[in-house]
């Protein structure tokens, strides 16, 4: 199937470097709320990169659930295949795709486990069927049948009944601490706006006008 005619043009206002806050997450987050805003769909939703030890990568998407000046989280089942990457290879990327708003913002850094405490806290606020598919889960491994998945889940509602689901040991957290985050917009004839922030020795955010 050839899809070359398929295409179309970027209209929206450019950014210029003197629109940018001088710190990453808090352009992060004005355009977050932007994305929120105007009602696109799961704005919270990332592509997230692995590798494993031999460079193997793996790409699904996943969604955040906090971030600050500190880094970006997300939550996953630690035996997982992401989990599984993680462990051997903490280089990461991640990619928000807002495509109606013309915009993606791109950040690479490393992963790391963020406290059990933080995790439980996390845990406990999530509705009670997404703890109960957290807790039954072995995120990644082949399963024979939806119904043995739907036995496992109707297993434990029995088993839990009038409990509090406990957090599975597998199952946390992990903080995306970046080195670099490119916010990119689309402009006309492919001439995009695309800012670079990277991070220097000394911890502080430099930015930098990237070819389109």
């Given at each position: 199937m050839d899809l070359s005619d398929i295409r179309r043009e970027y209209i929206?206002?450019?950014?210029?470097?003197?629109?940018?806050a001088s710190c990453p997450f808090e352009q992060f987050e004005l355009w977050f709320n932007q994305a929120q805003d105007s009602e696109l769909g799961d704005p919270s939703?990332?592509?997230?990169?692995?590798?494993?030890?031999?460079?193997?990568?793996?790409?699904?998407t996943v969604l955040l659930k906090y971030f600050d000046a500190s880094g970006f989280v997300f939550f996953t089942n630690y035996n997982s295949q992401k989990g599984n990457q993680l462990s051997?290879?903490?280089?990461?990327?991640?990619?928000?795709?807002?495509?109606?708003?013309?915009?993606?913002?791109?950040?690479t850094g490393s992963?790391?486990?963020?406290?059990?405490?933080?995790?439980?806290?996390?845990?406990?606020?999530?509705?009670?069927?997404?703890?109960?598919?957290?807790?039954?889960?072995?995120?990644?491994?082949?399963l024979q049948s939806r119904k043995i998945?739907?036995?496992?889940?109707?297993?434990?509602?029995?088993?839990?009944?009038?409990?509090?689901?406990?957090?599975?040991n597998s199952w946390g957290g992990y903080k995306v601490v970046p080195t670099s985050i490119e916010f990119w917009q689309g402009r006309e004839n492919r001439l995009h706006d695309?800012?670079?922030?990277?991070?220097?020795?000394?911890?502080?955010w430099g930015i930098t006008r990237l070819e389109p």
């Open positions: 929206t206002k450019g950014i210029m470097r003197n629109d940018l939703a990332f592509s997230l990169a692995t590798a494993s030890a031999s460079g193997q990568p793996t790409l699904r051997e290879n903490a280089q990461v990327a991640m990619l928000f795709p807002w495509l109606p708003l013309e915009r993606q913002i791109k950040i992963a790391e486990k963020i406290s059990t405490a933080q995790s439980a806290k996390y845990f406990a606020s999530r509705p009670r069927g997404s703890q109960l598919g957290a807790w039954i889960s072995a995120q990644s491994d082949a998945l739907e036995d496992k889940f109707a297993r434990a509602l029995k088993k839990l009944a009038g409990k509090e689901v406990p957090m599975p695309r800012f670079r922030y990277d991070i220097n020795e000394s911890g502080d």
